[in-house]
C-alpha cells in the first residue's frame, strides 16, 4: 500500500487540520499497541462505547505515529500531527476499505452463512492456493471492523480474494458488501446461530443475502426458503445475467445432486450427478458439518472448472482448521503461542502483534518460522518484508526452518536456520529455551505442532480456558453503564475470581482502568511482580503486611483504628509522605469498615496528617442484587453519603468515592460517585437474568475421555455402588474431581458435562481425581473433548442446583487446573 495522505481527505469526507499532506501512508493501523505503527501509519481512533482509542493519541505520537483518523483531536495536541477529522471512524474506516478496494480488479469469493464461513474460507484458500495468490480475511475478521482490515491487507500481487462476512443484526450487511464486492457468492449453512439479532429465518437470509448484491454467481444449498428468498432477491437487485449455482441431498433439481452418502470411521464418501454425470468423492470428515463445508467448496471448484482427478486429489487433504491463536505455558518459564497451522505474510503480522501484547514481563521475544508460501512476491522482496517485520517488532531471535527462509539467513541478525523440521528437533535441547515468549509459526506441510508439543509444558489434560475476549466484551458493557468520567476498579481478587490473576490484569491495564482490587498483600505483589503497574488497593491488608505492601507502592484499605494507627508508625518510620490509602465505612454489611461512632476519632488522627493521603473513601453493600432488600442498600447509601461527606468536610479533602460493586452498578445507577468496583461481572456472570443476555462467557473448564467401557444391567459405577445401571450402560471417566474444585454433590445424575454438544448426566459419586458420566446415547470415544462448565452446563445452573452462588463455583477449581488464555 502507498497512498497520498492528502488524497484520502476528500475519500474521507474529512476535516484537515495538519501540517503535512505528502505524506505516503503505508500501513493502517487501529491497534495502538502495535509495535508495527510509525511515521507512515494512518492510524483510525475507533471510539467504541468506553473504549476511546483517541486516549492513546499522545501515546502514539511519543512513538512517531504522525497521522490520525480522528473523530476529536485531543487537547492541546492539534499542532502535533496530521488529523483527518470525520464524524464517525469506524464509518470512515469502512469507506476507506470500501475506496481500497475498488483499486484492485480481480475474483473476490465473498462467504456468509451462519456456520462454518471461517472453516470454507480457509479451506477454498488451501484448494486454490496452488494457482493463485490468494488475500483472505485472516483468522474470523469478517465484523464491522474486521472485514475493512482484511481488504486493507490486499496488494497489488494478489489475484484472488477470499473473505468472510458475519452480521448479528439488519442493516449491517449492507456495508460489508461495499467493502468485499464479491463476484462469486458462498452462502453457507445457514442455520439457527445468532438469530437474537432478526425477526425470524426470512429476515436472516435477505439480509444476508444482500452481501451477494452485485454478484454473478451465487453458490448455496438449496432449499426452500433460500430459494423463495432468493427469487424475491432477484427481483428486487436486477443483475445479468445472475448464475444460481445450488447443491442438495434432496433435491434432483439441484445443479449438484449428492445421490449417496456414506460416513466410514473418518471419511465420507460421497456420490453426486453434475452435468448428468456421476462422481464420487472422498471427504477426509464424517461429521455432518465438516461434509457440507466441503460441499461448498466442490461448489466453488467446479465453478472454476478443475477436473475430477484434481478435485479428488486436493478435497482429500482437507484438514481440521483452528480458528484462533492458542498461548500455553512452555518449558522453562518460557510460554507459546501457537499458530501452527498457517504462513502467510498477513496473518504473521498479526500474530507479532499477539505476541507483543501477551509477552510476559522480562521475557525475551522469539520467533520459529517456517518458508512462507504463496505471497506473491519473489522470494528476495518476501523475506526482505518479514526482516523488516521482524525487526520493527523487536524479535530478540528468530528461528527458521526450511530451505529457502534459510537462504535468507544474512537479513536475520540473531538468527538460527535449519532445513527442516527434524533438523531443528534433533538440535532442540541445545538451543537452551528459557524465559521466552515464542512465536511458533509455520505452514502445514512443516507439522510445526510437534515442535509445539515438545515445548510445551505436560500437564493433566483438565484446562480452564480464558476468552479474553469476552472479558473485554463485558468490561465494555459495565463501563458504557457508566456516568462519563466515572473511574472503574475491577476486583482481581482470588486469581480473578479463578480465571487467572495476571493476565486478565494485563488486559486491564490495556484497557486503562482506573485501579485493581485485591483481597491480601500477596495477591498484589504477584501483580506488581508480574509488570502490572496500575494502582492495586488491597482490601484486607495484615499489619505484618504493612511493610512489603510499602515496598510494592500498594494502597491498604483502612478499616479500623487499630490498622491506621499500626500503618502510620510504619509509614513514619520510612518518612512517607501523602502515602495512598483508602478509609473503608462500615454501612451495614458488618464485615470490615469505620462505624459511625468511630469517625470522630478517625478525623482526629488524620487532621493535619501529612504522612498519609485519603486517596478514597469507600463502603460495601451487602444486597445489591436483592430487589427485597432494596430499601436496606437505600440505607447503606444514604449512610455513606453522610459519614463520607462529614469525612471530607472536616479534613478539607476531596477523595474518590465508590460503594457499587457489580449489582450495584446494574441496579443503583445515581450511586456510581466518582467510582465503582466491577468484579462478577467481568468474569460473566450477572446476578440479574436479563442482564445476563448481554454477557459473554469467559471461562470453559474443559477435560477429556480418559476411557469408555459398556456395563450390563445390574452392574454398578463408583465408591458406594450409587449408581446402578437399570439397562445396557456406556460410561465415560474423566480425569477431573473434587479435588479439582468439582463439589461431591454435583454427581450422582444431578450434574451433567457436555459432549459432543450432548449432555452426559454424571452417574455415581464425584471421586477425588475423576468422575464417570453416562454415554449410551452420545458417539464418543477415549481422548474426546468434555465441557464441565461454560455455555452449557452454565456456572449459574451449577449454582442454582448446587445451593449456592457462581461465586463460589469459580473460586474453587483447583490452581492444579492449568488456565489457558486466549482471544
Ligand atoms: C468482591 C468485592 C467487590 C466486587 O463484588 P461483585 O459482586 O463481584 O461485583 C466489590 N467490593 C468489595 C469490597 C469486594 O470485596
Redesign the pocket.
Known amino acids: 500500500m502507498s497512498l497520498n495522505l492528502k488524497s484520502l481527505v476528500s475519500v474521507l469526507n474529512a476535516k484537515w487540520i495538519g501540517s503535512n499532506a505528502d505524506v505516503l501512508i503505508d500501513h493502517i493501523s487501529i491497534d495502538s499497541r502495535s509495535l508495527q505503527n510509525g511515521s507512515q501509519t494512518l492510524f483510525f481512533a475507533l471510539a467504541g462505547v468506553n473504549n476511546d482509542a483517541h486516549l492513546f493519541i499522545p501515546d502514539l505520537i511519543e512513538n512517531g505515529v504522525q497521522n490520525f483518523v480522528v473523530q476529536y483531536i485531543p487537547e492541546g495536541f492539534a499542532e502535533r500531527a496530521n488529523f483527518l477529522v470525520v464524524e464517525n471512524t469506524l464509518f470512515a474506516l469502512q469507506e476507506f476499505a470500501a475506496y481500497y478496494r475498488n483499486l484492485f480488479h480481480f475474483p473476490v469469493i465473498g462467504v456468509t452463512g451462519s456456520n462454518g464461513k471461517t472453516i470454507v474460507k480457509e479451506w477454498l484458500n488451501f484448494l486454490l492456493s496452488p494457482d493463485y495468490n490468494i488475500i483472505r480475511s485472516p483468522k474470523s475478521y469478517n465484523s464491522q471492523v474486521g472485514v475493512p482490515l482484511s481488504v486493507i491487507a490486499i496488494n497489488e500481487k494478489h489475484n484472488l480474494g477470499i473473505f468472510e462476512a458475519g452480521i448479528s443484526t439488519v442493516n449491517e450487511m449492507a456495508k460489508l458488501e461495499k467493502i468485499i464486492k464479491p463476484n462469486i457468492g458462498v452462502l453457507t449453512n445457514i442455520g439457527s446461530a445468532h438469530d437474537e439479532g432478526f425477526l425470524n429465518l426470512v429476515q436472516k437470509i435477505d439480509e444476508k443475502l444482500l452481501l451477494f448484491k452485485d454478484c454473478p454467481i451465487i453458490i448455496y444449498q438449496k432449499n426452500e426458503v433460500v430459494d423463495s428468498c432468493l427469487s424475491q432477491f432477484a427481483a428486487e437487485y436486477m443483475h445479468h445475467p445472475r448464475k444460481l449455482f445450488s447443491w442438495s441431498f434432496q433435491d434432483k433439481t439441484a445443479d449438484v445432486f449428492i445421490e449417496k452418502r456414506e460416513h466410514k470411521s473418518d471419511h465420507t464418501f460421497i456420490q453426486y450427478q453434475y452435468k448428468n454425470q456421476v462422481f464420487n468423492l472422498e471427504i477426509p470428515f464424517n461429521d455432518s458439518a465438516s461434509v457440507e463445508n466441503a460441499i461448498s467448496c466442490l461448489l466453488v471448484l467446479l465453478n472454476f472448472n478443475y477436473d475430477q482427478e484434481t478435485i479428488q486429489n486436493r478435497i482429500e487433504k482437507l484438514y481440521p482448521v483452528r480458528m484462533r491463536l492458542e498461548v500455553k505455558n512452555g518449558i522453562n518459564n518460557c510460554s507459546i503461542i501457537d499458530d501452527s497451522y498457517s504462513s502467510d505474510f498477513q496473518s504473521l503480522k498479526i500474530a507479532l502483534d499477539f505476541l507483543e501484547s501477551q509477552k510476559k514481563k522480562g521475557a525475551s521475544k522469539t520467533v520459529i518460522l517456517s518458508d512462507i508460501f504463496q505471497s506473491g512476491f519473489t522470494n528476495e522482496e518476501l523475506y526482505s518484508k518479514v526482516a523488516q517485520l521482524i525487526s520493527d517488532n523487536k524479535i530478540n531471535r528468530v528461528i527458521g526452518i526450511g530451505p529457502t527462509i534459510s537462504s535468507f539467513e544474512a537479513k536475520f541478525p540473531n538468527s538460527t536456520m535449519f532445513e527442516n523440521t527434524a533438523d531443528f528437533i534433533a538440535e532442540i535441547d541445545n538451543l537452551n529455551f528459557n524465559n521466552e515468549t515464542i512465536l511458533i509459526k509455520g505452514a502445514r506441510s512443516f507439522q510445526f505442532e510437534e515442535i509445539v508439543s515438545l515445548l510445551e509444558e505436560k500437564t493433566h489434560e483438565t484446562v480452564l480456558e480464558i476468552n479474553l475476549d469476552a472479558i473485554t466484551h463485558n468490561f465494555n458493557y459495565y463501563k458504557s453503564k457508566l456516568a462519563p468520567n466515572v473511574k472503574m476498579m475491577v476486583?482481581v481478587?482470588a486469581f480473578g475470581y479463578g480465571n487467572g490473576g495476571l493476565e486478565i490484569a494485563k488486559l486491564l491495564e490495556h484497557h486503562k482502568v482506573d485501579y485493581l482490587?485485591v483481597a491480601f498483600a500477596d495477591e498484589g505483589i504477584a501483580l506488581k511482580n508480574g509488570g502490572i503497574k496500575l494502582p492495586i488497593m488491597v482490601?484486607n491488608p495484615e499489619s505484618t503486611s504493612f511493610p512489603s505492601i510499602i515496598q510494592y507502592q500498594l494502597e491498604p484499605e483502612i478499616y479500623s483504628l487499630k490498622g491506621l494507627n499500626a500503618f502510620l508508625k510504619i509509614a513514619r518510620e520510612k518518612n512517607l509522605k501523602d502515602y495512598p490509602i483508602h478509609i473503608k465505612m462500615d454501612t451495614g454489611m458488618h464485615r470490615l469498615g469505620f462505624e459511625n461512632n468511630t469517625i470522630d476519632e478517625l478525623i482526629a488522627t488524620l487532621k493535619g496528617n501529612s504522612t498519609v493521603r485519603v486517596q478514597t473513601i469507600l463502603s460495601?453493600l451487602a444486597t445489591s442484587d436483592e430487589p427485597k432488600h432494596f430499601d436496606f442498600v437505600r440505607k447503606q447509601i444514604a449512610l455513606f453519603e453522610k459519614l463520607s461527606s462529614k469525612l471530607m468536610a472536616e479534613l478539607n479533602i476531596n477523595p474518590i468515592r465508590h460503594i457499587l460493586?457489580?449489582?450495584g452498578i446494574s441496579n443503583f445507577s445515581d450511586a456510581q460517585y466518582s467510582m465503582v468496583?466491577?468484579?462478577?461481572?467481568l468474569y460473566g456472570v450477572s446476578n440479574d437474568p436479563l442482564e445476563q443476555k448481554y454477557l459473554e462467557n469467559v471461562g470453559t473448564l474443559k477435560s477429556i475421555i480418559s476411557q469408555v467401557r459398556t456395563i450390563p444391567a445390574g452392574d454398578s459405577v463408583g465408591y458406594g455402588r450409587r449408581f446402578m445401571a437399570e439397562k445396557e450402560t456406556k460410561i465415560a471417566t474423566i480425569p477431573i474431581g473434587y479435588a479439582d474444585g468439582i463439589a461431591r454433590l454435583w454427581g450422582n445424575e444431578v450434574g451433567f458435562v457436555t459432549i459432543k454438544n450432548q449432555k452426559a448426566k454424571i452417574v455415581g459419586s464425584v471421586c477425588m481425581d475423576m468422575l464417570m458420566v453416562n454415554v449410551t446415547d452420545i458417539d464418543c470415544k477415549e481422548g474426546d473433548s468434555v465441557i464441565i462448565f461454560g455455555e452449557s452446563p452454565t456456572v449459574i445452573e451449577m449454582a442454582v442446583a448446587l445451593k449456592t452462588i457462581p461465586y463460589e463455583i469459580m473460586t474453587s477449581i483447583s490452581q492444579r487446573v492449568k488456565r489457558v488464555f486466549f482471544r
Not at 468496583?677 to 461481572?681: E, F
Request: net charge positive.
Open positions: 476486583m481478587k482490587g482490601l460495601h460493586n457489580t449489582s468496583r466491577l468484579g462478577i461481572g
